[in-house]
């Protein structure tokens, strides 16, 4: 029944941007966090970025600067403004969501960064 909807993937040149979201739908009746995590092959999963509902966030030190969240709590939604983008940005961006008693993951949208 849960569904996080993940677009705005893609191909970008070094030094582009992109911007991602994730729309959460279905039986989500409280969202404490949404933000994002990426996985590179061969790689951990990492943290992007998580936003809480009063809007304080945390970032991974790689992203600091380049990467933005903005979250539109009446549509269930987070947003990932990437800047200056890296072909080391390269992965599986998953979108993450923390109702408060459970966690729920998007499918992935892949992000490739060419030099």
């Known amino acids: 029944q849960v569904r996080l909807v993940e677009s705005g993937g893609g191909l970008v040149q070094g030094g582009g941007s992109l911007r991602l979201s994730c729309a959460a739908s279905?039986?989500?009746?409280?969202?404490?966090?949404m933000g994002w995590y990426r996985q590179a092959p061969g790689k951990q999963r990492e943290l992007v970025g998580i936003?809480?509902?009063?809007?304080?966030?945390n970032y991974a030190n790689s992203v600091k600067g380049r990467f933005t969240l903005s979250r539109d709590n009446a549509k269930d939604t987070v947003y990932l403004q990437m800047n200056s983008l890296k072909p080391e940005d390269t992965a599986v961006y998953y979108c993450?969501?923390?109702?408060?008693?459970?966690?729920?993951w998007g499918q992935g949208t892949q992000v490739t960064v060419s030099s």
């Open positions: 993450y969501v923390w109702s408060g008693t459970s966690a729920y």
């Open positions: 936003m809480a509902s009063d809007g304080s966030t």
């Open positions: 279905g039986s989500i009746f409280s969202i404490t966090t």
